[in-house]
Each structure stands twice: as C-alpha cells, then as structure tokens.
C-alpha cells in the first residue's frame, strides 16, 4: 500500500500541476491575443528556477527529436539566453515587437530603439520587475531590490560615490593589479586560468577602490585555500562564488541550521563566512562613521556612501545601517562578475585577432613612450586617449552583454507606441528590450554587425592614435549598462578598470593561443571564436562556460 501511495502521488501532483499550468498557460495566450501582436507560447517560465538548472540539458536532447517535435517555439525560446543565439531572427520574422506566452507571466520583447527609449523613460509606468532581483537583498535591501520612492533615495546617494576622484583609485589599482597579473601570465607557458584570474583582478580592484582594502594580485596557482579565518576578501570572494546557494537559502536560515550540521560541512562553512563577512562590514561602517569629522577628500565607494548617508540623514532621507549593508554587498556583487566576464570574452577575443592587438598596442604606444612601471599613471589625461582600449569593451558587450533588462507593467496598464502601431499593455506583463537583436541590427552596425570588429566604435579620420573619437550610438541602441534613470551607475568606473587593464597588458605583450596538436593558427582561432559563440550561456550572468579549453600564451612585442 505504501509503497502504491508513493509511486502515484508523484504523478498526481505532477498532473495536477501540469493541469494547473495549462489554465494558466491558456489564460495568458488570451490575454496576448488581444494586445494584437504575433505571439509565441512556450510551456514553461524561463525564469522558473528548477527549469533553469535543467534547461540546456533537456533541450539539447528534444532538438534531436525529428521535424516540428525537435524544433518549435519550445526548443528555440524556452531557454536563457536563446536571446543570444536567435539575434535579429525573430524580429525579422515577427516585426519590432512579439510576445511570449508562459503559464507565469507574457513576456514582450521590443526591439525599435525609439520604443527601447521611451519604456526607459517612462519610469513609472515600466518599473524594474524586483521581484527578479529580490535574492540580493541577502544583507539587506539595496539598490537593486527597490523601487519608487526608496530608489529614489537610494539612487542618490549611490550616484553620488561614483565620483572622479574615485575612478583616480580604479585607475591606479587596475594597472598595478594589472601588472601583476602580466607577470604572473608571461612567467607561465601555457595559462589555462585566463578568467580565473581576471575574476581575481576585478576583485581585488573593488576592494581596493570600493572599500580600501588593497590586496596584492594572487594567481591562480598560487591562490590558497579559501579559509573562513581569512580577511575581509576571501570570506567576500566565498560568499560570491558560492552566491546562487546562499542567495537560495538566505544567511539567516543558514545561521539558524548552522548549530545542526557538521563543521565540515560546505553550508556551516559559509554560514560561518557569511557571519563573518557581516563582521567585518560592521567593523568597516564603525571606522567610517567615526572619520566623519575628517576633512581628507572622500575616495572609496565605502566612504562616499556612508558620508552621503549621514548627509541626507538630517533630511530624514539617509540609509539605515542594513541598509548600509545591503548595498556594501550589491555593489560587491554587481561589480565584480560583470567586468570579469566582459575580460573574459574579451581575451579571447583578442587572442583570436592578433591584428586587433596590434592596432590596440599602436594606441597604447602613442599614448605613452616609455615603459617604466609608473607609465601611464596620469588618469585623467590617459583615460580619455585609450579609445581603442574601451572599443574593445564596447565592441565585446556588444555581442556578448552580460546583464539583461527587464521592465514590466506591475499592476498598471500602459499604452506604448510601437513604430506605428500603439500597444495597449495589460498587468503583469514584462517589457524586454530584445538586446542582442538591437545590438547586432544590420540597419544600425552595418552588414558585418556579428563581426567583433572594436575599429566600428572608432569615428572615421577624427585623430591619429591616442587623440581619436568614438562614435555615440543613438539613443537605444546600445544598452550595454543600460539606459534611462535606472541604467548602470558604475559605467564609467567599469570602463576605467577595463581600459587601465588593457593598456598595460597590450603596451609591451600580445597573446596568442596555444595550438592542439597539429592545428593551424587560423584552425585554433576557428577553435576559439566557436568557444565563445556556441559554449557561452547563463550562470548568474552570460558568461563563457568552459575558458579554461583555451590555454592561451603571452610573448614580448617587438
Ligand atoms: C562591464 C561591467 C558592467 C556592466 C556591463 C554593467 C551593466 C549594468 C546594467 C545593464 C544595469 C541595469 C540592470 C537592470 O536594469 O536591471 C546595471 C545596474 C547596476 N550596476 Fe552595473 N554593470 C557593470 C559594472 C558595474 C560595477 C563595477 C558596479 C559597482 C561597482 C555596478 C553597479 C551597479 C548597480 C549598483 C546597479 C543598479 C542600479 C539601479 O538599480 O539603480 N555595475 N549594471
Ligand atoms: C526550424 O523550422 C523553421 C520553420 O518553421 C525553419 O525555417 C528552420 O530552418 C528549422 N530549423 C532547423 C534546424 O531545422
Ligand atoms: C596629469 O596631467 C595634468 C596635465 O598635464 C596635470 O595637471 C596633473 O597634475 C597630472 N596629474 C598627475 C596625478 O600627475
Ligand atoms: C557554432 O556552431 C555552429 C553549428 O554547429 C557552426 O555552424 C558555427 O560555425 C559555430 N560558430 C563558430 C564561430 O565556429
């Protein structure tokens, strides 16, 4: 008998729930019908957290299945980031503007830049869908997790952190951590650790220029095992590798089970470090609370945010100390897996195109002429010069952009025109600008627009290297940080770490990937830009799954 109960009830559920499911499924096609644009339906929300987990994996195998089985909307769209691999394709079949029927909710995907910009500017009737980004809130509410009035506040005094004279810091403590980082690379042969230690890098920048706390580059081989009893950055870089399971349990369950399980075990070691980590924030905060009377220039994001804090707090405006911690956490995690994805793809990039290197080295070179250590240590003359540098960025968000935008509807109901039709948008609806079909449009980049191609970014005859333009993409057709109110408040500050690393690694060195045995130079970069195109998908973020397949190697320019 129980054993019966336990074989049916499984399947009762499931039925249940995949009756369940249709209803809504059904219900939801009704309601995209009427908003009168062409319409796909997929059986399963794409943000559904145990589909993710599987959604690759199962689909690899149904597109095996023969004719419309092994290829429908449920094998092209039911996955993260199928945006990346469909490009312009649905938009070309179905106009600037589809929508995607799931049991959960419809999902509009726009990809006219005049709408793209319009739903940017209409803050409150496309607010941010938080309910997305609610795992952040891990140390407490922050940035990325409000919305209305709270945002406001909140935006702020976050705004107000990044300033000059904190990108001076982003500036000095890329290219010495750069610097290390050559050195650790052109000692070894053969480095297989590319994103590994560019992930380390973008860290140790934001600890530096965040939080003041400066730490020397550690390559991946001689990184030591992460320990609880660390410092203030191995128990941060363990609560962020580790991030999807302790944003799933939350740290305070996790502190809670703590006294129940093994100390060995992987949950009590990063619930200790979770405890930890909020130690020492707590211990940061005291520090600047009580520098308050201090005068010297304001220069971390840290110091900035809990002096703007107290500012505002006399208007009745500031952050609350979880708040204060919230946010410590949110600009941790914002910052550091996007800018060290974008280095990834970028390395490689480059290590496919060695006469992208040489045009990059030739800017580099004329901005500065000698190699001693301190070259290229004035922030605020070079920055501006490196273009080249920051095309490579731009070039490589482009194709390859990790953090998508959502809007939605929430309980209102908009009208958004669409070219010229106007679309009556009910609740619940989520409002997607279609990225990587605006990104590789070829009305807007031309018909090489899925080429990495960095010298598009650069205007036409506007300088010789080192006094060169870039070209502004209109509005809405580039969001790489986003656009409007709530696009991303550290562009800049990603931009001067992005630029500073590159310089110092293409000034004197080029990088070139090691071949398989018996393969041709032209075969290996067939071989990487394939690892880029057809092995990047979804962790958190969009990200190159499998880097470490490339060894890459550096050599001196001549
Ligand atoms: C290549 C690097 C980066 C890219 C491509 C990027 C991109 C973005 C994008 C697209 C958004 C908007 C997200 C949305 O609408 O849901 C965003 C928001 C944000 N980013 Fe970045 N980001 C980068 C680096 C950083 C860094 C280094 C920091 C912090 C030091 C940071 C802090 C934030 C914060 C706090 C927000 C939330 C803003 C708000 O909601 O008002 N980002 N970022
Ligand atoms: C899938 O079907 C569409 C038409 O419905 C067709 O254009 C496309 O080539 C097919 N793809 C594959 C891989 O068979
Ligand atoms: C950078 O160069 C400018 C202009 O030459 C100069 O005014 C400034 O003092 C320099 N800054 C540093 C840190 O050397
Ligand atoms: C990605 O895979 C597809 C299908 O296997 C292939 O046609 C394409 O050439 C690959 N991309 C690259 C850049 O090699």
């Keep these: ?38 319409v796909r339906v997929i059986p399963i929300d794409h943000t559904n957290a145990v589909w993710t987990l599987l959604d690759r994996k199962v689909l690899y195998y149904i597109r095996k299945l023969p004719g419309f089985l092994g290829n429908n909307s ?18 070309h079949e179905m106009g600037d503007a589809f929508i995607i029927v799931t049991p959960f909710r419809n999902w509009l995907y726009i990809s006219n830049p005049a709408t793209i910009t319009e739903v940017f500017r209409r803050r409150t009737d496309f607010p941010q869908c938080i309910e997305l980004t609610e795992i952040l ?12 009035r709270q945002w406001q506040v909140q935006r702020k005094i976050i705004a107000s952190c990044f300033t000059e004279q904190n990108y001076e810091v982003v500036w000095t403590e890329s290219l010495s951590l750069a610097h290390d980082m050559l050195e650790y690379w052109t000692k070894k042969r053969d480095i297989s650790s590319s994103a590994d230690d560019l992930r380390t890098l973008s860290l140790h920048v934001l600890t530096g220029a965040g939080f003041g706390k400066h730490f020397p580059f550690e390559g991946h081989d001689e990184r030591t095992e992460t320990s609880v009893s660390g410092n203030y950055k191995n128990a941060l870089q363990m609560i962020l590798e580790n991030c999807i399971l302790i944003m799933g349990i939350g740290p305070k369950v996790l502190a809670r089970i703590r006294p129940f399980l093994p100390k060995a075990w992987k949950l009590a070691i990063l619930s200790e470090t979770c405890a930890e980590f909020q130690r020492y924030m707590t211990i940061m905060y005291e520090e600047e609370k009580s520098k308050q009377a201090d005068t010297a220039p304001v220069r971390t994001l840290m110091s900035s945010l809990v002096r703007a804090s107290q500012v505002e707090a006399k208007t009745g405006a500031g952050l609350t ?40 080295s030739e800017e580099i070179r004329a901005v500065h002429t000698d190699s001693q250590r301190d070259a290229l240590n004035n922030y605020s003359v070079d920055f501006p010069r490196l273009v080249r540098c920051l095309a490579v960025m731009l070039e490589t968000l482009r194709l390859y952009t990790p ?9 209102g109901t908009a009208s ?34 899925l080429e990495w191609r960095p010298s598009r970014w650069i205007k036409a005859n506007s300088g010789p290297p080192g006094n060169e333009e ?42 070139d990937i090691v071949p398989e045995s018996g393969e041709s130079l032209v075969d290996s970069q067939k071989r990487v830009m394939d690892l880029i195109e057809n092995d990047s998908g979804a962790v958190l973020l969009l990200q190159m799954l499998h ?10 320019s001549t």
């Design 1 to 38: 008998m129980a054993s019966a109960a336990a074989i049916l009830w499984p399947i009762i559920s499931l039925t249940i729930w995949a009756l369940y499911c249709s209803v809504c499924l059904a219900r939801n096609y009704q309601v995209a019908r009427k908003i009168g644009l062409p």
């Design 74 to 91: 449920f094998t092209r769209y039911n996955f993260r980031t199928w945006e990346l691999h469909d490009r312009c394709s649905s938009h």
């Design 137 to 148: 809130d891990v140390f407490g509410k922050n940035l990325g997790t409000v919305e209305g």
């Design 321 to 360: 100390e979880r708040e204060i911690y919230g946010n410590m956490f949110m600009l941790n995690f914002a910052g550091h897996d996007t800018t060290a994805h974008t280095f990834t793809f970028a390395i490689h990039f480059l290590a496919a195109h060695p006469d992208v290197q040489a045009w990059v």
């Design 403 to 411: 953090v998508p935008v959502a809007k939605w509807t929430d309980k």
């Design 416 to 449: 958004l025109r669409i070219g010229s039709k106007i679309a009556l948008l009910p609740p619940n609806t989520m409002v997607i600008p279609s990225y990587a079909a605006v990104h590789t449009d070829p009305s807007i980049w031309g018909s090489d627009s």
């Design 470 to 511: 870039l070209i502004v993409p209109s509005d809405g057709s580039f969001l790489g940080w986003s656009e409007g109110a709530r696009n991303c408040p550290a562009k800049k500050f990603s931009q001067v770490e992005f630029v500073a690393t590159l310089a110092i690694l293409l000034r004197d060195w080029h990088v």
């Design 547 to 556: 880097p470490e397949r490339v060894s890459l190697v550096w050599s001196k």
